[in-house]
């Protein structure tokens, strides 16, 4: 039994299959890239496992706990994100909140923890992504990799059996896009779990476990980096990286 397996997860919007019975296990303290062309699915299905989209069917498993994603009652729900946390593309910080009050917000409001014990989880996950001097600073205040930072202590402050992350630095400028990935390796190598959508082709080779290409709400492929990007059978992703490394120069070998 995986840590956490995903089945027949599917969505559509209207008559467009977007996620077409994904079948999906990952294992404890791994990092699972999910890649392929935009629109097909990748930030969809973070969206269903953290109940931010309603799917047709799936159901996902919590070290064999199981849970509907389809269900529609908000206990239910509500315990489900229990065990998930997300980062956004555009790092969701709560604007007329400093800081610290981001991060302690959750502990407080979901898991009722006291204000001191909220604040010492805080400073411990500020303190690993570099933003312990920044506590009275608000949103406004902040570069975008900076946002992106305290959007991932938010989440990790909240001890997630699975984190994931949608595009994380897609929104940020080219120069703060390198803080930012220093920051999710670090936490990778400290064994969070996690599920990753990026367009970061050589990032996720350094980082990733395993990597997971998705076309038409399909998975087609699934292997280690070594395997997807070195050795790739599938012909759609063969086309794929190689139209991939001609955008952006990326260093890998196909």
Known sequence: ???????????????????????????????????????????????????????????????????????????????????????????NLLKNKNVLKNVIEGLKTVKKI????????????????????????????????????VAIARALAMDPQLLLMDEPTSALDPELVGEVLMIIKKIAQEGNTILLVTHEMDFVKGVADRVVFLENGKIVANGTAKEVFENPRDERLKQFLIKVKQLDGSEYVI
């Open 1 to 91: 039994m995986a840590y956490i397996e995903i089945r027949n997860l599917s969505k559509k919007f209207r008559d467009n299959v977007v996620l077409d019975n994904v079948d999906l296990d990952i294992n404890r303290g791994e990092v699972v890239a999910l890649i392929g062309p935009s629109g097909t699915g990748k930030s969809t299905l973070l969206r269903c496992l953290n109940r931010l989209e309603n799917p047709e069917s799936g159901t996902v498993s919590f070290e064999g706990k199981k849970y509907d994603l389809t269900t529609k009652k908000s206990k239910s729900k509500r315990e489900l994100r229990q065990h998930t946390e997300m980062v956004f593309q555009q790092f």
């Open 114 to 149: 006291s204000r001191d014990e909220a604040e010492q989880i805080a400073y411990r996950e500020l303190g690993k992504v570099g933003m312990i001097d920044r506590l009275t600073h608000y949103p406004r205040h902040l570069s975008g990799g900076q946002q992106q930072r």
